[in-house]
Structures are given as C-alpha cells and as structure tokens.
Nanobody, 118 residues
Framework: VQLQASGGGLVQAGDSLRLSCAVS????????IGWFRQAPGKERESVGS????????HYADSAKGRFTISRDRAKKTVYLRMDSLAPEDTADYYC????????????WGPGTLVTVSS
C-alpha cells in the first residue's frame, strides 16, 4: 500500500482544513487507513482511522467532535476534515495503513504540515 497525504498549510485558529490521502495498492478492502500527527517536540499520536471496506471510523479523544475521517472508494482517497482548528493542532499529519487484523501501522506516507496561527 502506498499513501500520499496533501492539503496541509497555514491557517488561522478557528478555521477548517481538509487533508487528503491518495491510497494505492491492491486489496484495499483488507486495510484500515489512519491518520497520525506529530507536533514539534512531542510524541507522535493517533488521530483516527477508517476501515476501508465498511467505512467504520474511530477517533482519538483529542479528535472527537472536531475531526472527521471519510473515504471515497472510487477516488481511492481518504480525507481528514478538521474543524475549529487551534494552535495546538499544529503538526505534521501522516496518512498510514495497516492490515485490518494487525495492530501495527506498517505503511506510512510522507507527512503534510499543518500550521495553525493564533
């Protein structure tokens, strides 16, 4: 599985932003696609994930209510919509994938930087 995230940029606090992740590979229905982020000087953390086949989503507590993950199977793209952005959301955001029965994300794409100014 190959992943390419895009859509990062500089926004102001309170703005919304949608990141995209182009996914390629075979048998995507066997994978879960996730989003991670890493803020400067902090550990990497999970944002949430979506099961490619059924579209079931799961969110980290920090993302619940503000972030929405969706996917377009025809376009082979996963989206991360972020609302009410705050400076603490500033981070590199990574699109990742794991086999649906695995607990480890073994596939990582390059990050896209989101900077939220106050």
């Amino acid at each position: 599985v190959q992943l390419q995230a895009s859509g990062g940029g500089l926004v102001q606090a309170g703005d919304s932003l949608r990141l995209s992740c182009a996914v390629s590979g075979q048998t995507l229905s066997l994978y879960t696609i996730g989003w991670f982020r890493q803020a400067p000087g902090k550990e990497r953390e999970s944002v949430g994930s979506i099961l490619w086949s059924a579209g079931n989503t799961h969110y980290a507590d920090s993302a619940k209510g503000r972030f929405t993950i969706s996917r377009d199977r025809a376009k082979k793209t996963v989206y991360l919509r972020m609302d009410s952005l705050a400076p603490e959301d500033t981070a590199d955001y990574y699109c990742v994938a794991r086999f649906r029965t695995s607990s480890n994300y073994n596939y990582w794409g390059p990050g896209t930087l989101v900077t939220v100014s106050s």
